[in-house]
């Protein structure tokens, strides 16, 4: 099956700094998502981009869907945004499943 | 509105014993999945629901996992004789109607599992 390779693994920012998350995945995708785990769990949808690029706020994401990666940008972090981000694809078939990568620690510091 | 509601949020049971866990997808959403998600892991994928019926449950790692939705709305799953290693957080989604293509999912906050 298709494998999905997040980095960094960890990331420790101070407030205020800027950071990119990358997405290596290792077949042709049909759709990407990218999601935030706080720290209570809940995995919450930040973009929905099988290619192109979207900003929503500080966050931004490019998906070049041809080079097999996506990358995720923070600007300006702030101490919420810690947390762990999941890319997670849809490479086909009938059933939609999403496989999901291991995931980016972030830590925004004070 | 409501999104995707999971109950309870933490069940601690014994081995060797039977659990459910509920999921009520987004309303109008008729596709439901179900995820595992381990320590230090991304969530991996179990089951796919569109309507009432289990339309692929190539992810349930043996027989002792079952999961029902018999009104294509709320679903259960069911896990039987309970081992230490089942042990997870274990995650519903739901999304649009598929239609045969790909519709954004969202996710519900999870029931963790502890087996003791």
């Known amino acids: 099956g298709i494998q999905v390779e997040q980095s960094p693994p960890d990331l420790i920012l101070q407030e205020g700094a800027n950071s990119t998350l990358r997405c290596n995945f290792s077949?042709?995708?049909?759709?990407l998502q990218w999601f935030h785990q706080n720290p209570w769990g809940q995995l919450i949808n930040l973009f929905y981009i099988p290619s192109g690029t979207k900003q929503n706020g500080r966050l931004s994401a490019t998906t070049v869907a041809t080079e097999r990666y996506s990358l995720l940008y923070i600007s300006s972090s702030q101490t919420t945004d810690s947390g762990v981000y999941f890319c997670a694809v849809y490479s086909g078939g009938s059933n939609y499943k999403l496989t999901f990568g291991k995931g980016t620690l972030l830590t925004v510091n004070p | 509105g409501a999104g995707v509601s999971q109950t309870p949020s933490n069940k601690v049971t014994e081995k060797g014993k039977y659990v459910e866990l509920r999921c009520d997808p987004i309303?109008?959403?008729?596709?439901l999945y179900w995820y595992r998600q381990s320590l230090g892991q991304g969530p991996e994928f179990l089951i796919y629901?569109?309507?009432?019926?289990?339309?692929?449950d190539s992810g349930l790692p043996n027989d002792r996992f079952f999961a029902v939705r018999p009104e294509g709305s709320v679903s259960t799953l069911k896990i039987q004789r309970t081992e230490r290693g089942d042990s997870a957080v274990y995650l519903c989604?739901?999304?649009?109607?598929?239609?045969?293509?790909?519709?954004?999912?969202?996710f519900g906050p999870g029931t963790r599992l502890t087996v003791l």
């Open positions: 077949d042709s995708v049909n759709n």
């Open positions: 309303s109008g959403h008729t596709a």
């Open positions: 989604a739901s999304s649009k109607h598929s239609g045969g293509r790909y519709n954004e999912q969202f």
């Open positions: 629901f569109q309507g009432t019926g289990a339309a692929d």
